[in-house]
Nanobody, 125 residues
Framework: VQLQASGGGLVQAGGSLRLSCAAS????????MGWFRQAPGKERAFVAG????????SSADSVKGRFTISRDNAKNTVYLQMNNLGPEDTAVYYC???????????????????WGQGTQVTVSS
């Protein structure tokens, strides 16, 4: 499955952005989807994930209450709504797909087989 992330940009602290990730695969609904981010000099980190039909989600503690992951299987797209952004959220954001038939949403990047190209999010203070 090919993934195309978009929606990044430059925003002031306290602002919002919505990232989108479009999948080429017609069986998109068979995949758990995740968002990860990598800040300069840091390792890639899990941000949020959603099960294949959206019934299960998981978010990193650092973004709970601010970021919301959702998906539209009819459009083969997963979203990450990011509110109240801070400079610490500056990173390249990647979407990823993991084929799974369970409802458990993995936070491990190694379990996601397909990755998008990343979109830069920069938050100015």
């Amino acid at each position: 499955v090919q993934l195309q992330a978009s929606g990044g940009g430059l925003v002031q602290a306290g602002g919002s952005l919505r990232l989108s990730c479009a999948a080429s695969e017609g069986t998109f609904a068979s995949y758990h989807m995740g968002w990860f981010r990598q800040a300069p000099g840091k390792e890639r980190a899990f941000v949020a994930g959603i099960s294949r039909r959206g019934g299960g989600t998981s978010s990193a503690d650092s973004v709970k209450g601010r970021f919301t992951i959702s998906r539209d299987n009819a459009k083969n797209t997963v979203y990450l709504q990011m509110n109240n952004l801070g400079p610490e959220d500056t990173a390249v954001y990647y979407c990823a797909a993991r084929y799974s038939t369970s409802t458990f949403v993995s936070r491990g990047g190694a379990e996601y087989a397909y990755w998008g190209q990343g979109t830069q999010v920069t938050v100015s203070s």
